[in-house]
């Protein structure tokens, strides 16, 4: 064992002068909360999750130790889920009004919170006035119509074609069934309609970004056109309000994920690492090896983009929750470490609200997005088309009362991240995996930091490390804390994580 340390003094000297990420990402929360609104806290009684209820709950965001909020989307929209706009300058009814949105966004900033919206122009709804407009315009025959220029209408049909009324046009709808046509984003009339409502919500309401979604949608097909528009977003942001922070959902592979930071989008939600496929939950599932498996995962990673701000997670409103992903329902450990290790890539990790209890849900979309589980009295409605309501762990007021439940890991994972926050920010020196135990070196402004990770629920082997270092900060999944004896002997109880840093 001693030889997997043997080098680490040295590469110490080596990775100071690499360094980390670069230096516009360090501004960047390094833990952010993904919130569905109407699923998460009713303010006036109607069942339905909304704005003030959200705002209620910020002291327990900042206390959890997020620093950085998405909403879905919150504008009017028919559906549920509000991924299909039809005002892209307003707060849905349900959720309440502009005023209460400007309330949390104050009430978040003064919390250190940065809060950012989910903005999806692929598409909008069929119920959008400019849709509208631009159908009746198509009935009566009037070409000059400037919104007909503002969707994809085209007189072929085709298995993406939707039939106008009344007409023998079609519309273009990347996500059939959805009533949500897709936009002309050639259109340079609409463009400038993108960039004032851009402008609406960075300058006028104060959000400090944007999640866009359905990227690769934009042009599908088209991952050079995609790019562009992307790029041009972006530079709108930049020229409107600089800082500005856009993550796309670009839901593919690395090689893909990789092209489109091109275009200069601070961010894409790193796929590969996520749900039951993905980097986290593979690793800890591997009957041998995890260590070896997570590591050669994270050099792809670093590989392909070496001084990118990235953004991994391990679930979102679209996909299985974490906890069946990892089958453990019965193992609340094995869940703790799968979200340390999410932090661990580096970057900016994001969590699904409902995750940091254990939340369960798959299959369809609803039951994705289930009502958050404060406790038995407290709850909103379910969505509807729900066809699963499951907890498989305890209520946060039952969690709050538990030190040792996952609730509060995942606090001290946080705060263990604020504490150091360069520790888990951009690409990492591998400096061994081998067996259950990952260690991996980071350059920050206060030194080197080391982390290690014990990738198995069992005790386990003693590693030796430089004895000038000293643990900065440990995190355990039960009772037994990390150990470093004056010799350099480190013992790491079940899946923990350790960071260390040069003794002083
Ligand atoms: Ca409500
Ligand atoms: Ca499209």
């Given at each position: 064992m001693k030889r997997l340390f043997a080098l680490w003094c040295c590469l110490l000297l080596v990775i100071s002068c690499i360094g980390?990420?670069?230096?516009?990402?360090?501004?960047?929360?390094?833990s952010w909360y993904e919130v569905f609104v109407r699923s998460y806290a009713d303010?006036?009684?109607?069942?339905l999750g909304d704005l003030n209820g959200l705002r209620a709950k910020l002291p327990y965001i900042h206390d959890m130790g997020w620093r950085g909020l998405w909403l879905m989307p919150i504008m009017p929209?028919?559906?549920?889920?509000?991924?299909?706009?039809?005002?892209?300058r307003d707060i849905d009814p349900e959720y309440g009004t502009m005023e209460d949105f400007r309330a949390l966004v104050s009430e978040a900033h003064a919390l250190d919170i940065r809060v950012i919206v989910d903005l999806p122009v692929n598409h909008t709804a069929v119920a959008h006035p400019w849709f509208k407009e631009a159908c009746d315009a198509l009935r009566q025959r009037?070409?000059?119509?400037?919104?007909?220029?503002w969707y994809c209408f085209s007189q072929t049909p085709g298995s993406k074609h939707v039939p106008v009324e009344g007409t023998d046009w079609y519309y273009e709808e990347?996500?059939?069934?959805?009533g949500m046509p897709d936009l002309n984003l050639d259109s340079e009339s609409l463009r400038a309609e993108i960039r004032d409502i851009l402008a609406f919500w960075l300058?006028?309401?104060?959000?400090?970004?944007f999640r866009l979604?359905?990227?690769?949608?934009?042009?599908?097909?088209?991952n050079d056109q995609n790019i562009a528009f992307l790029a041009w977003l972006k530079e709108s942001c930049e020229a409107i309000k600089p800082g500005s922070f856009l993550v796309g959902e670009?839901?593919?592979g690395l090689n893909t994920i990789v092209e489109y930071y091109d275009s200069g989008v601070d961010c894409f939600f790193l796929f590969p690492a996520?749900?039951?496929?993905?980097w986290v939950c593979k690793a800890l599932l591997a009957r041998s090896k995890p260590a070896e498996r997570f590591a050669a995962s994270l050099q792809s990673l670093y590989e392909a983009l070496p001084d990118a701000l990235y953004a991994p997670f391990?679930?979102?409103?679209?996909t299985g929750r974490t906890v069946p992903a990892l089958q453990a329902r019965t193992l609340p450990d094995r869940v703790k470490l799968a979200h340390a290790l999410v932090s661990v890539i580096g970057g900016a990790a994001f969590t699904y609200y409902g995750d940091e209890i254990g939340m369960v849900g798959a299959g369809e979309d609803p039951n994705k997005r289930?009502?958050?589980?404060?406790s038995d009295e407290e709850m909103t409605e379910q969505p509807p088309g729900v066809t699963k309501i499951e907890y498989a762990y305890p209520s946060v007021a039952e969690q709050e009362a538990d030190e040792a439940s996952l609730l509060h890991y995942i606090k001290r994972l946080n705060q263990m991240k604020l504490a150091w926050p360069e520790a888990f920010m951009g690409r990492a020196e591998i400096r061994s995996a081998f067996g259950n135990v990952l260690a991996l070196a980071r350059e920050t402004a206060d030194g080197p930091c080391l982390i290690v990770a014990n990738l198995s629920l069992k005790q386990t082997e003693v590693f030796e490390i430089n004895q000038k270092q000293t643990i900065f900060c440990d995190l355990e999944t039960g009772a037994n804390t990390a150990l470093l004896e004056d010799d350099g002997r480190l013992t790491l109880p079940p899946g923990a994580v350790v960071l260390l840093r040069s003794g002083d």
């Open positions: 980390g990420a670069g230096a516009e990402t360090k501004d960047v929360p390094v303010s006036n009684g109607d069942g929209s028919p559906s549920y889920h509000k991924y299909d706009v039809t005002d892209y009037s070409a000059d119509s400037e919104k007909t220029g990347q996500f059939a069934g959805g300058t006028d309401v104060g959000v400090d970004g979604d359905a990227v690769t949608s934009y042009y599908t097909g088209h670009c839901w593919t996520s749900q039951a496929e993905g391990l679930c979102n409103h679209d289930l009502a958050m589980y404060w």
